[in-house]
């Protein structure tokens, strides 16, 4: 199965991410090391860092799927493309896509966390209030069926939540279109 995570930044994607890659398990693949550690190696920030570290990821992800095994994309996943990106991962290998979005209902709780947070990635640059605000704006509104998990929700009945979903088999999301 491929997993699918989508939020905003600081939402509490990756929270839950990591915990279902652990009860599962599956392999979680992070956008933001993948894009901190081109920048490490010299890629020039000007470039689409941001699409290559998806790219990266979905090679990841291909290889686990290959192997038999469940994958976690841990990525906001704001446009359509990426989705399509991930529908058609999954079409490739013959699996089941679900896709599971984190919201942050209170947006104080969600600046306060994003202001707070240090996840430790060596080069990589939190988003500030207003950028996280910009990125909201240009969300684009889903096609697929999808899980919504509000993370002002205490995290262990997000992941019961997910992992109920997952067990009940995710609805199919629709045909890629090429």
């Known amino acids: 199965m491929l997993i699918v995570m989508a939020g905003l930044p600081a939402a509490g994607k990756s929270s839950v991410a990591q915990r279902l890659g652990r009860a599962l398990p599956a392999v ?12 490490r190696a010299g890629v020039d920030r000007a470039q689409p860092t941001g699409l290559a570290a998806y790219l990266v990821a979905e090679a990841v992800a291909d290889g686990e799927l290959a192997l038999g095994q469940s994958a976690v994309i841990d990525a906001v ?19 089941s896509v679900a896709f599971i979005e984190v919201v942050c209902s209170d947006w104080r709780v969600h ?43 205490d995290l262990a009945s997000n992941v ?19």
């Open 28 to 39: 979680v693949v992070p956008v933001d090391p993948v894009e901190a550690a081109m920048w």
């Open 77 to 95: 996943n704001a446009v359509e493309a990426a989705r399509r990106q991930w529908r058609a991962l999954a079409e490739r290998h013959r699996v």
């Open 111 to 153: 600046r306060r966390r994003l202001e707070h947070r240090s996840r430790g990635i060596v080069g990589f640059k939190e988003p500030t209030w207003e950028a996280v605000q910009q990125r909201r704006i240009e969300y684009e509104p889903w096609t697929d069926h999808r899980l919504v998990l509000d993370s002002t929700a």
């Open 160 to 178: 019961t939540k997910a992992q109920e979903y997952l067990a009940e088999g995710a609805p199919p999301s629709p045909p890629v279109r090429h």
